[in-house]
């Protein structure tokens, strides 16, 4: 079965390391649960040698004992073999030995939790169960004693039969999926796929063989030209090779901005596509030439203004008719404008949305900014960068981030009251300052404005001058988005904020106020003054949304020019202190939401606005990357790329796209459209347009059902009403659902603490545990070779040894017994330690109430023991033995026959429980031992059967007889 | 590329196509470079299956990994032997969990793998520490390293064994969305 003993995993270290021991031993069983798997090797611990020790740890041990271990040994190898399905492996580690129990609820947690979501997370119970087998079967040559290779071929065919079971039971799309988020190597999975695909042709051809071959040929050619479309999209990709050499210079931050733009340039590509396709094309088919007054005619200064010439093209608005244009089919103008618009307006929202989302539950939701160090260790860097300058200058920056870090953890701690103080009031200052300049910029574009249209009349016919003047206040406009950001940015430097993100969440809060209080300046006005006083207002909203463009790109180009290259020759020539200058991403990336918010205002007022927009995104790439290049370094600070830009996106949905839908929307319902031009002319407001087309219909037979809709459905309040109400229903549920996960999610973490401070203290005493026992198994064997030996040691030292060796066996012993006292199986808790603890707690409790209970051999033995002890006051054996050992001796017998009396009258009394029977049966035979020879007793309780329950005990038993014996043999 | 069909079998596109996240014209742009790195090695018919591997130094010198600082763990968490003899199946398999279609949990097991250092399925503190080394040209003082191991130990310990399961590992990917954009190399 190479397929898996192949695992990538093979390193000869791996059979080296000696921390590994528990994996090892657990990569021999075969679970269905990567918790369940240390409990195990917890077990093999407390069986005594471990597996890879095992050939030291078999021999020494004297006959019965070695009996016993075999015995043990036995029944994981037992469960190996017999599990076919993990029921019944689960019901036969329950009686063995010990305690895996809760093994058992271990492997209910995770059934509760992997199938709760059916088809979805197969893929990923598959990852899971295929790292487990990736972590189990590390090293690919199991050799260890205990199982046999068969046994682990069984295993994994028998994994990889029900992996190809489920894959077959899943749609051809479904399966690919899962094949590929298979973590194998490619051999691997291919050879899954085969069988996968064997297994369903053997299938089928048992059944009706013509029709599932055609289906399947069918599939194979969907899913072959699937593949073939995929691969012609990524020939079209644009600038695959550019981005590559950004992200491999810059990383990934950087490249995010690169992203944006190839987005958003995507965006505008498809609505000028729909614009274009389904309202200018008709138009120009029939009706190719403009309509242009004579006196009109094309100066240049248009392509700056837009205004004059292009006033009378398919530019604007205004440049449509309202016409239903016949030819081979009618095409009403009116109503493509409306829907077009509408439909596109729609679809951009319903993209963001989606975006916004997806990015959302990616990157923000489970962000959790406390675990920084960690994050800075093992998932900071960035695998693209490939330029040996960016790594070293990344090196640095993490050298530079993690010592800045280390001493400010110090120093926040020592911030004093006035000194918060102090941090707030500069804080409140620039804030205010900050709202003071936006407020500011605001009024003058108002004013401005005012100014504009005074300047400005309704002649068709406009002279340079005046078509000049027009460029003042989207010149004013763009001047205000270039240099207020610069203020806000050296703001920044004295705020001294405390950490990176929230600086770059001032920043970005300011400029996107300072950008929208402009641009709701401008709208106001449009809407409020232009709109009364323009024959022909739509065209001189689009001529302005179109000078504010242009003049937006004119000055990116300035930006990147005065921003880059000047702060870098003046960084590299004039002033070396400041360095060369980051590119900053934030700003940036707030210029491109700010453009695109005019590009969407500017669709219903001038259709064809998104054709500019594309050359100046395609233009700005090609820019800011020369720029880039030249004059910029990779930024000092790897902020979290990811959130930053789910950041953007909200940002261009939540202010940027709703406010230009409102603009639009209200311009297209309250407004009234100018009576001279444009598809609308004539008409009350734009939407009525909509009401005119219904009433036309209602004419024609058959459509009956599009007026009822438009009647019961759009018009009524009602269904608005309604409709409002179900989603404010449905997301208070879904906010429910939200608390409830968050709950869990703290509950489930607690939960694995929890866990893992158990697992923590079980292995800290299973390694003093085994620390002890290599140490009296080498001395037992020396004690064999040669008893001279052994006797030269220091007696004081052996005893030490030997009572160290007792306490723990018998705090084992405490452990085990209690564990395996019958818990009630519907505990809910998965924790096996956890169950394991309450038991153990429990006989604790009754140990303080003085109870006897028959489940309890541990309270019996402490309480008849403290009776033995209360009579044997005089000599104690812990604390006299060395001065006295044979009276101790004595002593210990007594304390036995003494608890041995006890125990038969709990007996008597209780319902024999087979863990005390056989703790008595040892007891006996002990201390028939202890009375008569003491060489002699090791052979006597191989006659003793010892059942499955009771080895634990025998074990403890066994260690503390091997105490003694120690001891002995010491005196 | 005329020859295209003389390198691999539609079927075998098509088995690679499924199993990776690669188109076919990926998988052969990759069968290129995989070419490129030892054309005396790698026979340009694929349609055997042949049986070559490329030596770990001769990978790790293509430029999307000669300036990575984990270059060599990545190209022996993929490889079958542990030593970094990739065949051109491991090849592609690293540049699809590496590629930007690969799921976080898929690549959050073999970039566990890639910092595991030691193989013991932990991230105990001798992996973190030469992990920061690596990523800070060992300019830190040892004290400092210590440090920052033990905070990073801290904060991503759940079960608090003071080394790093998978499961602490994965956990805390899950926390860092970059993870998903900067564990990417572009081919």
Request: hydrophobic share 45%.
């Given at each position: 079965m190479t397929s898996y003993s192949n695992g990538a995993f093979f390193n000869p270290a791996y059979h080296d390391s000696e921390t590994l021991e528990i994996d090892r031993s657990s990569s021999k069983t075969h679970h269905t649960n990567p918790y369940a798997g240390d409990d195990r090797a917890v077990a093999h611990y407390s069986t005594g040698p471990t597996s890879s020790d095992d050939v030291a740890g078999r021999v020494p041990w004297g006959g019965w004992q070695e009996e016993s271990w075999k015995g043990r040994e036995s029944i994981p190898m037992g469960l190996m073999s017999t599990r076919p399905g993990s029921p019944s492996w689960q019901h036969d580690l329950n009686h063995s030995t010990f305690q895996i129990p809760p093994g058992s609820q271990y492997d209910r947690s995770t059934s509760v939790r992997l199938p709760s979501a059916p088809s979805g997370n197969m893929t990923m119970r598959w990852r899971g169960i295929t790292m487990r087998r990736m972590s189990m079967f590390p090293n690919g040559n199991p050799t260890h004693i205990a199982f046999t290779e068969d046994a682990i071929r069984n295993e994994m065919e028998n994994e990889e039969q029900n992996l190809v079971k489920e894959l077959v039971a899943l749609s051809t799309r479904d399966r690919i999926l899962a094949i590929r988020d298979l973590p194998m190597s490619v051999d691997e999975k291919k050879h899954i796929r085969s069988q996968v695909l064997a297994f369903k042709s053997s299938k089928q051809s048992r059944q009706f063989t013509c029709f599932a071959d055609c289906s399947e040929n069918v599939s194979l050619s969907f899913r072959r030209c699937g593949y073939s479309l995929r691969s012609a999209r990524q020939t079209l990709e644009l600038w695959h090779g550019i981005m590559k050499e950004i992200g491999g210079t810059f990383g990934t931050s950087v490249l995010s901005y690169f992203v944006f733009l190839k987005w958003l340039l995507m965006f505008n590509i498809f609505s000028f596509l729909v614009n274009f396709g389904f309202i200018t094309i008709p138009l120009l088919v029939?009706?190719?030439?403009?309509?242009?007054?004579?006196?009109?005619?094309?100066?240049?200064?248009?392509?700056?203004?837009?205004?004059?010439?292009?006033?009378?093209?398919?530019?604007?608005?205004?440049?449509?008719?309202?016409?239903?244009?016949?030819?081979?089919?009618?095409?009403?103008?009116?109503?493509?404008?409306?829907?077009?618009?509408?439909?596109?307006?729609?679809?951009?929202?319903?993209?963001?949305?989606?975006?916004?989302?997806?990015?959302?539950?990616?990157?923000?939701?489970?962000?959790?900014?406390?675990?920084?160090?960690?994050?800075?260790?093992?998932s900071s860097w960035d695998f693209s960068i490939t330029n040996e300058k960016a790594v070293r200058q990344?090196?640095?920056?993490?050298?530079?981030?993690?010592?800045?870090?280390?001493?400010?953890?110090?120093?926040?701690?020592?911030?004093?009251?006035?000194?918060?103080?102090?941090?707030?009031?500069?804080?409140?200052?620039?804030?205010?300052?900050?709202?003071?300049?936006?407020?500011?910029?605001?009024?003058?574009?108002?004013?401005?404005?005012?100014?504009?249209?005074?300047?400005?009349?309704?002649?068709?016919?406009?002279?340079?001058?005046?078509?000049?003047?027009?460029?003042?206040?989207?010149?004013?406009?763009?001047?205000?988005?270039?240099?207020?950001?610069?203020?806000?940015?050296?703001?920044?430097?004295?705020?001294?904020?405390?950490?990176?993100?929230?600086?770059?969440?001032?920043?970005?809060?300011?400029?996107?106020?300072?950008?929208?209080?402009?641009?709701?300046?401008?709208?106001?006005?449009?809407?409020?003054?232009?709109?009364?006083?323009?024959?022909?207002?739509?065209?001189?909203?689009?001529?302005?949304?179109?000078?504010?463009?242009?003049?937006?790109?004119?000055?990116?180009?300035?930006?990147?020019?005065?921003?880059?290259?000047?702060?870098?020759?003046?960084?590299?020539?004039?002033?070396?202190?400041?360095?060369?200058?980051?590119?900053?991403?934030?700003?940036?990336?707030?210029?491109?939401?700010?453009?695109?918010?005019?590009?969407?205002?500017?669709?219903?007022?001038?259709?064809?606005?998104?054709?500019?927009?594309?050359?100046?995104?395609?233009?700005?790439?090609?820019?800011?990357?020369?720029?880039?290049?030249?004059?910029?370094?990779?930024?000092?600070?790897?902020?979290?790329?990811?959130?930053?830009?789910?950041?953007?996106?909200?940002?261009?949905?939540?202010?940027c796209f709703v406010g230009a839908l409102s603009m639009v929307a209200y311009t297209a319902w309250i407004l009234t459209p100018s009576e001279q031009c444009g598809p609308f002319r004539g008409l009350n407001n734009t939407f009525s347009v909509v009401g005119v087309w219904i009433d036309d219909l209602g004419g024609i037979p058959g459509s009956q059902w599009v007026v009822w809709i438009y009647q019961n459905v759009i018009k009524s309040e009602i269904f608005y009403f309604l409709i409002s109400l179900i989603i404010i229903v449905i997301i208070y549920i879904f906010w429910q659902v939200t608390q409830g996960r968050k709950q869990l999610i703290v509950l489930l973490r607690q939960q694995i603490v929890n866990e893992g401070k158990d697992k923590s203290f079980l292995l800290d005493k299973l390694q003093s545990l085994q620390k002890c026992q290599p140490d009296k198994k080498s001395k037992q064997k020396t004690q064999k070779k040669d008893e001279h030996s052994l006797g030269g040691q220091s007696n004081s030292n052996a005893m030490v040894q030997a009572l160290l060796a007792r306490q723990q066996l018998e705090e084992e012993e405490e452990g085990r017994d209690t564990g395996g006292v019958p818990v009630p199986s519907d505990i809910s808790t998965s924790s096996a330690l956890i169950q394991a603890m309450l038991a153990r707690q429990r006989a604790y409790d009754q140990d303080g109430d003085e109870r006897l209970s028959s489940s309890s051999a541990l309270s019996q033995a402490v309480q008849a023991r403290q009776m033995a002890e209360g009579q044997e006051t005089d000599e104690y054996y812990s604390t006299d033995f060395s001065e006295n050992p044979i009276n101790t001796s004595s002593a210990v017998a007594q304390a036995m026959q003494a608890r041995q009396r006890a125990e038969e009258e709990d007996g008597a009394d209780d319902l024999p429980s087979s863990v005390s029977s056989v703790m008595m049966q040892v007891m006996q035979a002990r201390q028939i031992a202890e009375e008569e020879d003491r060489p002699q007793w090791v052979p006597a309780p191989t006659q003793n059967p010892s059942p499955a329950g009771s080895s634990a005990l025998i074990q403890a038993m066994l260690a503390r007889q091997q105490a003694q014996n120690e001891y002995d043999d010491g005196y | 590329m005329g020859n295209k069909q003389t390198i691999f079998t539609d079927e075998q596109l098509d088995a690679y196509q499924d199993c990776t996240f690669f188109t076919r014209k990926e998988i052969l742009r990759l069968h290129g470079r995989y070419h490129e790195l030892a054309p005396h090695l790698v026979p340009m018919d694929y349609t055997n299956e042949p049986d070559c591997k490329v030596p770990l130094a001769l990978i790790v010198n293509m430029p999307e990994l000669k300036e990575n600082p984990f270059r060599n763990r990545i190209v022996e968490s993929f490889s079958e032997d542990g030593m970094g003899n990739l065949s051109f199946n491991e090849f592609v398999d690293m540049f699809s969990v590496l590629s930007e279609m690969a799921p976080r949990e898929l690549k959050a097991i073999y970039a566990f793998k890639i910092y595991d250092f030691n193989v013991d399925n932990y991230l105990c503190k001798e992996d973190l520490e030469k992990t920061l080394n690596r990523l800070t040209k060992e300019e830190l003082t040892p004290e400092e390293v210590q440090l920052v191991c033990e905070k990073a130990i801290e904060e991503a310990d759940l079960d608090g064994d003071s080394k790093l399961s998978f499961a602490d590992f994965e956990n805390m990917i899950t926390r860092a969305p970059d993870f998903l954009s900067t564990f990417h190399i572009r081919i």
């Open positions: 029939f009706d190719p030439s403009p309509n242009i007054p004579p006196n009109v005619s094309f100066r240049g200064l248009e392509i700056l203004t837009g205004a004059g010439y292009f006033q009378y093209t398919v530019m604007y608005y205004g440049g449509y008719s309202n016409e239903t244009l016949k030819g081979p089919v009618e095409y009403n103008m009116q109503l493509a404008y409306f829907f077009t618009i509408a439909i596109y307006m729609v679809l951009c929202g319903i993209a963001l949305i989606f975006s916004m989302a997806s990015s959302f539950k990616k990157n923000y939701v489970l962000a959790d900014p406390s675990s920084n160090k960690a994050w800075q260790l093992l990344r090196k640095n920056n993490l050298r530079v981030q993690l010592k800045e870090s280390l001493s400010e953890k110090a120093q926040r701690e020592l911030l004093t009251l006035s000194e918060k103080l102090k941090h707030f009031g500069v804080y409140l200052g620039f804030w205010l300052l900050s709202t003071g300049l936006t407020v500011g910029c605001g009024a003058s574009i108002y004013y401005l404005c005012q100014y504009e249209q005074q300047q400005a009349t309704d002649a068709a016919n406009w002279s340079l001058l005046q078509e000049a003047q027009t460029l003042l206040v989207p010149f004013v406009v763009s001047l205000m988005n270039l240099v207020v950001p610069l203020f806000y940015s050296l703001f920044n430097k004295f705020e001294h904020y405390s950490s990176h993100r929230r600086q770059i969440y001032a920043l970005v809060v300011r400029n996107v106020l300072l950008k929208m209080s402009i641009l709701a300046v401008l709208c106001y006005y449009w809407m409020n003054v232009v709109a009364k006083k323009f024959s022909c207002w739509e065209s001189m909203v689009g001529q302005a949304l179109y000078r504010l463009v242009i003049f937006d790109f004119l000055f990116l180009m300035l930006g990147s020019f005065f921003g880059e290259f000047l702060s870098n020759v003046i960084g590299t020539r004039l002033l070396p202190r400041l360095g060369v200058p980051e590119f900053d991403v934030a700003r940036n990336v707030l210029e491109l939401i700010y453009a695109q918010t005019l590009a969407w205002i500017g669709i219903y007022f001038s259709p064809l606005l998104p054709a500019i927009q594309i050359f100046k995104l395609f233009i700005l790439f090609y820019i800011k990357k020369v720029s880039l290049t030249r004059n910029c370094q990779p930024p000092r600070r790897s902020g979290r790329a990811a959130q930053m830009q789910t950041i953007f996106i909200a940002l261009l949905f939540l202010p | -």
